[in-house]
């Protein structure tokens, strides 16, 4: 498991540590706002459209070749900035990233699956959740200081060897997992399959917590600002509300593997805890900052690993990678999604009634869980708990 851990600080890091970076120093291939807006959307684009074709490829071929490739793609784009460092290379380096963590990140979500009998998905799903966690917290400080230390050529660099230190592990550790036979799937029945609540459920809810997790990275340090608070303290808040998801994640795993919650009371405890903290987001002061940034962290921290280990048991084995990927891809629309409606109204208003906006559409959510709530174990008794036991077998204990 750990270089699937590896695989997803990885992906993580990359992300968070570039776009802090990419607007304060690269002055030469950053020329204006429209320009950074760019760069930034191509690796999130890049895994919108392609993170759903590399999760089906995983099930066709086996989820090991992607992530090994994905992983040799990621590196080998980090090197030709690195090594070509001209603007143009940065554009097809940040393309190249995105378009490589759309093949390993929904692959090492469905080896997490794989090689986990159901009994264990929590706590696998909660382990991979907190290294991701870990990722985004020190990308933006690391990421900082490697380019302060040798500009982005560096962390580009470190990023290179990154991703194929764990290519390499990854190669030696972790099994070969044959794809499983499948029935033949027409677009009629992928339509009703992913229209389904035990897709749907898990898939909104995982969407919602990045929204607000997102928009809670972008605009509290603004609310703070406003508050006269330096940057020192808005950073910490930022810091807060990813250790808060980081700490959840592992003990949220535990506790439905250990029967002490269900997936169901947990994401529908998640929304409502995401929807207070920003309720407090729209409180003046520190106070708010930071209780918004605790709970909107707690909340996302709950959500994130039950609603993939909901929809783990929910599918059956031989489409694990295809349900992850399209996953992914509701997880990448929350994140574009939440700071748009945020900063959208906030335009026009002010960053209350941004913050309010958001907080409607997730307290809808949690109303909305509540009321269709099932009993069990979020699915886990489903079909892929049939599907899967023969690698449940393998896994042992």
């Known amino acids: 498991m750990w270089p699937l851990y590896a695989a997803g600080f990885t992906t993580a890091f990359g992300a968070h540590g570039i776009a802090a970076n990419l607007g304060g120093f690269s002055d030469d291939a950053v020329t204006s706002l429209l320009v950074l807006g760019g760069l930034l ?6 895994e919108v459209l392609l993170k759903p074709i590399f999760g089906t490829l995983s099930d066709r071929i086996g989820a090991r070749p992607v992530l090994l490739g994905g992983l040799v793609a990621f590196a080998a784009a980090s090197a030709a900035y690195a090594i070509a460092d001209s603007p143009g290379w940065l554009w097809a380096a940040r393309l ?5 963590a759309s093949a390993f990140s929904p692959a090492a979500s469905a080896l997490v699956a794989r090689l986990n009998p159901a009994a264990r998905h929590g706590r696998a799903f909660g382990s991979y959740g907190f290294y991701k966690s870990i990722g985004y917290t020190l990308g933006p400080l690391l990421g900082g200081v490697l380019v302060w230390a040798g500009g982005l050529r560096l962390l580009f660099g470190v990023l290179a060897v990154l991703a194929a230190g764990v290519a390499a592990w990854a190669a030696y550790t972790v099994p070969a997992v044959p794809p499983l036979p499948r029935a033949r799937q027409t677009v009629l029945d992928l339509a009703r399959r992913l229209a389904e609540p035990t897709f749907l459920g898990p898939t909104a809810a995982l969407a919602a917590a990045t929204a607000a997790l997102s928009a809670g990275v972008g605009f509290l340090p603004v609310s703070g600002a406003a508050a006269g608070l330096g940057t020192i303290a808005t950073g910490a808040a930022v810091s807060v509300l990813a250790a808060c998801g980081a700490l959840v994640q592992p003990r949220a795993g535990r506790a439905l593997d250990a029967g002490r919650l269900t997936a169901h009371a947990g994401i529908a405890t998640g929304l409502l805890t995401t929807t207070a903290g920003l309720g407090c987001a729209m409180l003046p002061g520190l106070g708010g900052v930071l209780a918004a940034a605790a709970l909107i962290g707690a909340g996302t921290g709950l959500i994130t690993p039950l609603g993939f280990a909901a929809l ?49 559409v997730l307290a809808a959510g ?11 174990r979020g699915g886990r008794g489903g079909r892929g708990g049939r599907g899967g036991r023969a690698d449940d077998e393998r896994a042992g204990p």
Do not use: C, K, S, W
């Not at 190249?96 to 490589?100: D, I, S």
């Open 41 to 46: 959307a191509l690796y999130d684009g890049a």
């Open 96 to 100: 190249g990233q995105g378009a490589a």
């Open 312 to 360: 783990a048991g929910a599918t059956p084995a031989d489409r694990l990678g295809q349900t992850m990927g399209t996953a992914e891809l509701g997880r990448e629309l929350g994140d574009a999604g939440g700071p748009l409606l945020v900063g959208g109204i906030a335009a026009f208003t002010t960053l209350t009634y941004g913050y309010a906006a958001l907080t409607v």
């Open 366 to 376: 949690a109303v909305i869980a509540l009321a269709h709530g099932r009993g069990g």
